[in-house]
């Protein structure tokens, strides 16, 4: 969800082309395939939120946002995300892709928490790439 929240920040008036780079951890990007009501209380490892939360993710359209974004961006998902498809994960990989950009799937894990050795190099890969930007 935070990775969501930070996609669509970077189109905000006030934010726009000033966040240099971001690190998107699982980003359940939204493009319309919430289909729940927006009064459905969900839970996702732990954390409850309604299902107003994705209706207004689709609404702000993360994917143009995530498209118009100009800064860095180190992408990593879980290779068996039980809360964001393959078909979402493969279609927020490819756009990351074309921006050529460093994404990571990380072999058999979940949404999260990962393993301590594999979060040990995702980090590894985000601090390098955060030196490029500060």
């Not at 995530?66 to 809360?83: C, P």
């Amino acid at each position: 969800m935070g990775a969501a929240v930070s996609i669509v920040a970077t189109n905000r008036p006030e934010l726009k082309n000033k966040i240099p780079c971001l690190l998107l951890w699982v980003p359940g990007v939204n493009d319309g395939d919430f289909k729940g009501d927006v009064n459905e209380v969900l839970e996702e490892g732990g954390q409850k939120y309604t299902g107003k939360f994705w209706k207004e993710a689709q609404a702000e359209d993360s994917f143009k946002c995530l498209e118009e974004y100009t800064g860095g961006i180190h992408l990593v998902y879980g290779e068996n995300d039980r809360y964001v498809s393959k078909e979402l994960r493969e279609r927020v990989i490819e756009l990351v892709r074309q921006k050529g950009e460093p994404y990571m799937v990380l072999k058999g894990q979940d949404h999260s928490p990962w393993e301590f050795d594999l979060v040990q190099e995702v980090y590894k890969q985000e601090i390098a790439k955060l030196k490029k930007y500060f």
